[in-house]
């Protein structure tokens, strides 16, 4: 398997003169060949703008990604139809944590998929994606993955 490289770039502008208070968070992030740029602060709670992402919302964002791309991917090769996929993605700052980290993510999915198939079958493939996510096995807290299953 070839190796996969990633790189990311990171852009900020402004001045720290006045004091811990007083600069913006606000930042850009692009990884090329993509074009898009996301835009970036700190957490509201750190003085963080509310209106853009922020690096602890994109840590929970990629379990949750990882873990659906590996799981359509899985349930493909399975022959399983799966028809739709949704999310509902959590973890808090531990800052009574030394040194303050992220808490459990929790993965909250409900997979639907065709008429007439097995949802335990679903589940099990779901177990397995989670197994054999990059993103969940790179991370240093538990990554918890919960899979309700409906026909559609």
Known sequence: MSDHAYHTRLHWD??????????????????????????????PGFHGSPDRLNPEQLVVMAASSCQMLT????????????????????????????????????????VRVAPGTDPDLVRELAHEAHGKCFVANSLSVPVEVDVTVSES
Do not use: M, N
């Open 14 to 43: 402004g001045s720290t003169a006045a004091g811990v208070r007083g600069y913006s968070r606000d930042h850009v992030a692009t990884a090329p060949p993509a074009v898009a740029g996301v835009d970036l602060t700190a957490d």
């Open 71 to 110: 799981f359509l991917s899985i349930a493909a090769r399975a022959g399983v139809d799966v028809i739709g996929y949704d999310d509902e993605a959590t973890s808090h700052l531990d800052l009574a944590a030394k040194p303050a980290r992220l808490g459990a993510i929790r993965l909250s999915a409900t």
